[in-house]
């Protein structure tokens, strides 16, 4: 996955209380190895600057044939230079990627992840190709 444009990703995960802070960190990081992240009592989120950082979400599309729905996601939640797409969070905690279409999805709410970039069609291109 290479690209040349500037983006800056962001991770959000709300920690509910029935919720170990540790297994939501680890669920984060089982989907994306590199990021600065910062925990709340009722939050983490995290945030990087490399392409890289989405290389398991990349592969993950590639290995189960979801190019298709990622594109359409990502292109129907796209606006300027944004856009952005929501995880499950139980699938992330056992090393699997899910994508959600929808929020409720995840039971325990999910994992949004938004991309901020200079050429964000180009950006969805690497992602998914």
Known sequence: ?????TCSIEVF???N????PSKVES?????FSDLEISISK???SGKSKNIETLSKVSESIKNNNTKNTYERILKKNADDNSTWFYLNKQAAFVDTIALCSEADESSLGPIKIILRT?????TIKSIIS
């Open 27 to 31: 669920a984060i990081f089982n989907v």
């Open 1 to 5: 996955m290479r690209s040349n444009n």
């Open 17 to 20: 209380p029935s919720e170990d």
């Open 118 to 122: 200079n050429d964000i069609e180009n």
């Open 42 to 44: 009722h939050q983490l």
């Open 13 to 15: 995960c709300e920690i």
